[in-house]
C-alpha cells in the first residue's frame, strides 16, 4: 500500500499527540496509587473514553470484522450489544461495592471476602490469561494487519516485536493516567476511523457491478444502479441476524440464555483493565457517568466493524481466498511428506479441512476424508499421539485490513489518520493490559510474598519491570497465533478465557451477594471453573464454548451453594475504611442507563 508524505505527516503527528498528552498529563506519577489508579481522580469523559479504547483494538478490528464476513455475519455484535447492558448493572451493583472497599485489584477483594489463596490464585490465573491470551492475541492481530497492509516490508514477528515495544515503552513511563488521557484522543478517532470506513465501504458497493459481488444470497433483479445501502442489505440479508442455530458451534442463539452472558459480566465488571479504570474514579458519580457513556458507545460499534467486516467479503473475497492459499500450502506440503512415509510416526497426521474448501477441492477433499479415516484406524490400534493440521478456504481475519488497502485514499492525509487510529487502537489495548498484569503482579504477589515493606518507588518499578517481561513473553508467542489451528484471533481469545470468566464471575457474585457463603468456598470454585471446562473441553469438543462456559458456571454455583448451605460463613467479613472519595450515585446516569437497556433489547427486536 503506497503511503504519502501527507499521509506520514499526519501519522506521526497524531502518534507524537497522543504520546505527549498522555505523559505530560501522568508525569510525577511516583507512589502506587498514582502509577496504577491515577491518583483516584479520573472524571466520567475520561473513564467512558478510556473504557472504549481499551476494549475496542485490533482485536475487534481484525477479529471481529472477521467474524462477520464469515457465515457469522451480525451475530458477532451480540459481544457489543450485551456488554451495553453489562455495563450498566456493573456502575450501579459492582462498581460501588468496589469502591467502597478501597480495593487497587479485584483479587484484593477476593482476600477481603474470602480469604488469601483466593486472592492469590486469581492473581495468577488472570495475570497469566492477560499475559498469554489477551495481549498476545492483541499483539498479533496488530502484525496481522500490518502485514496484511504491507506484505514485502514487514512479517510477522517483526510487526509483533515493534507493537509490543511501543505500547511496553508507553505505559511503563506514565501508569494508568498516562492511558486514560491517551485514550481520549484513541478513542475517538477508533468511532470516527471506523465511521469512515463504513461509508467507504458502502460507497464501493455503490460502484461495484452485482456480478463482481460476492454472496450466497439471491439477488436475481437487484439492479447495478442500485444504492450503495440497498445493494448492503440485498446482498446479506442471511448475516443480518442476531439468532444463529442452536446448533451451531460459534454463537448459537442459545448463548444469549446464560452462555454470552458470563464473559460479558467477567470482562465488563471484574476484569482488572477494564475495572481499573472505575477504580481510578474521582467518585461514585463520575464512575457510573463514565461506564453508562461507554455503554451508549457500545450500541454504535457494530455499525462501524461489524457492518464493514459483512462488506469485504462482498468486495475481496477472492484475496481472502489468495490469503488463505498461502497458509494451505503449508499444510498441504505437510500432508504430502506424511503420505510418502506412510510407516513413520510424522505420518500421523490429520488434516482437517472446512466445507467451504471440500466445496472448492471436492477430489482433493475425498482424498483426504479417506486418509483421515486410515490415520484414525492406526491410532485406535496403537494408541499412538496424533497430530492435526487446518485447511481454510477464506482467511477471514484479513477483512477489514483488505478494506484499508483497497478503499482509503492516499496523498491527503486521510490514510495516515487512519492507519493512526489502529495503531493507537492496539497502543491503547495493549498498554491497558500491561498495565493490569503489572498491578496485579505487583500488588497482589510482589508485595504480599516478595516485599512486604516494598516503598511506594520500590512497588512503582516493580511494575515497570513487569511491563518489560510480559512484553517479551507475549512477543515471543504472538506470531504463533498465525496458525489456522486457532481459528481465528476473537475465537482464540473467548475461547481460552472460559477456562477462568466462569470461575471468577461465579465466585465474585458470590463474594458481592451472599454474605453467608464461606472463606473458603472462593478458592474451591476458583479451581473448580478449569477442571469443568477442561473436561467438557475434552468429552464435547463440537460443544459452542460459550455452552461449556454455562454449564460450568452452572457447576460452580452448585458446589459452592453447597458449600454455603453445609458450612455457611457465621460473622461478617471485615470491610476496611472506604478511600476518601463521595460514594453517592449519580441519578442521571441511571436514567441514562435505563435508556440503553430500551436500545439494546429494541436492536434484537429489529436483526432477531
Request: charged share 10%; with cysteine.
Amino acid at each position: 500500500m503506497e503511503i504519502h508524505f501527507a499521509d506520514i505527516a499526519v501519522f506521526l503527528l497524531f502518534l507524537v499527540a497522543v504520546v505527549a498528552v498522555g505523559l505530560i498529563k501522568s508525569r510525577n506519577e511516583n507512589d502506587s496509587e498514582s502509577y496504577f489508579l491515577a491518583g483516584r481522580g479520573l472524571s466520567w469523559w475520561l473513564i467512558g473514553f478510556s473504557l472504549i479504547a481499551a476494549n475496542i483494538s485490533t482485536e475487534q478490528f481484525v477479529g471481529m470484522s472477521g467474524q462477520a464476513a464469515d457465515y457469522i455475519g451480525l451475530a458477532v455484535a451480540t459481544w457489543e450489544w450485551l456488554a451495553g447492558i453489562t455495563l450498566v448493572v456493573t456502575a450501579f451493583f459492582v462498581l460501588p461495592k468496589f469502591l467502597r472497599a478501597g480495593i487497587y485489584t479485584v483479587p484484593q477483594f477476593l482476600e477481603q471476602r474470602f480469604d488469601k489463596s483466593a486472592r492469590s490464585l486469581m492473581a495468577v490465573l488472570s495475570m497469566a490469561t492477560f499475559v498469554l491470551v489477551s495481549f498476545t492475541a492483541v499483539v498479533y492481530s496488530g502484525a496481522l494487519m500490518a502485514t496484511t497492509l504491507f506484505p514485502e516490508s514487514i512479517s510477522i514477528a517483526g510487526a509483533s516485536w515493534a507493537i509490543g515495544v511501543l505500547a511496553a515503552v508507553y505505559v511503563a513511563a506514565g501508569g494508568l493516567k498516562a492511558c486514560a488521557w491517551a485514550d481520549l484522543l484513541q478513542g475517538s478517532a477508533l468511532i470516527v476511523g471506523g465511521a469512515i470506513m463504513l461509508w467507504l465501504a458502502i460507497d464501493a458497493l455503490a460502484g461495484s457491478p452485482v456480478a463482481s459481488l460476492s454472496t450466497t444470497a439471491d439477488v436475481q433483479g437487484l439492479a447495478d444502479s442500485a444504492g450503495g445501502w440497498e445493494k448492503f442489505f440485498a446482498l446479506n440479508e442471511h448475516k443480518l441476524h442476531m439468532a444463529l442455530p442452536a446448533d451451531d458451534t460459534n454463537l448459537p442463539w442459545t448463548v444469549l440464555l446464560i452462555g454470552a452472558w458470563i464473559p460479558n459480566f467477567y470482562y465488563w465488571g471484574l476484569n482488572q483493565y477494564i475495572t481499573q479504570r472505575t477504580l481510578g474514579s474521582h467518585s461514585l458519580a463520575h464512575g457510573q457517568r463514565g461506564v453508562v457513556f461507554a455503554a451508549a458507545l457500545k450500541l454504535v460499534i457494530p455499525f462501524v466493524i461489524v457492518f464493514p467486516g459483512i462488506i469485504a467479503f462482498n468486495l475481496y473475497s477472492g484475496d481472502m481466498e489468495a490469503a488463505a492459499t498461502d497458509g494451505n500450502a503449508a499444510v498441504l506440503a505437510s500432508y504430502e511428506q506424511a503420505k510418502a512415509a506412510p510407516d513413520k510416526a510424522e505420518s500421523l497426521l490429520v488434516v482437517e479441512f472446512e466445507p467451504a474448501w471440500a466445496s472448492a477441492h471436492p477430489e482433493q477433499a475425498v482424498e483426504l476424508a479417506a486418509w483421515n479415516d486410515a490415520v484414525a484406524q492406526r491410532v485406535a490400534a496403537s494408541g499412538a499421539a496424533v497430530t492435526s493440521e487446518k485447511l481454510i478456504r477464506y482467511k477471514f481475519d484479513t477483512a477489514f485490513g483488505l478494506l484499508v488497502k483497497k478503499l482509503v485514499p492516499g496523498g491527503h492525509g486521510l490514510r495516515g489518520f487512519i492507519l493512526a487510529a489502529i495503531l493507537g487502537a492496539v497502543i491503547s489495548s495493549l498498554a491497558s493490559m500491561l498495565n493490569a498484569a503489572s498491578t496485579i503482579f505487583t500488588m497482589d504477589l510482589f508485595r504480599e510474598y516478595v516485599r512486604r515493606d516494598a516503598s511506594q518507588q520500590a512497588l512503582v518499578r516493580t511494575g515497570r519491570v513487569a511491563v518489560a517481561v510480559f512484553t517479551v513473553i507475549g512477543c515471543l508467542i504472538a506470531p504463533l497465533l498465525d496458525s489456522p489451528v486457532f481459528k481465528g484471533i476473537f475465537n482464540y481469545i473467548q475461547e481460552f478465557q472460559g477456562f477462568i470468566s466462569p470461575g471468577i464471575l461465579c465466585v465474585c457474585a458470590f463474594g458481592l451477594f451472599v454474605p453467608r457463603s464461606p472463606a473458603k468456598s472462593g478458592l474451591v470454585g476458583l479451581l473448580t471453573s478449569p477442571l469443568v471446562y477442561g473436561v467438557l473441553k475434552l468429552l464435547a469438543p463440537d460443544m459452542a464454548f460459550l455452552n461449556r462456559m454455562a454449564v460450568t458456571s452452572g457447576v460452580v454455583v452448585v458446589v459452592m451453594t453447597a458449600m454455603t448451605v453445609l458450612m455457611p460463613r457465621t460473622t461478617p467479613h471485615v470491610v476496611p475504611p472506604p478511600p476518601p472519595i463521595d460514594l453517592r450515585s449519580c441519578p442521571i446516569a441511571r436514567a441514562i442507563g435505563i435508556a440503553v437497556g430500551i436500545a439494546t433489547v429494541t436492536l434484537y427486536v429489529i436483526f432477531w
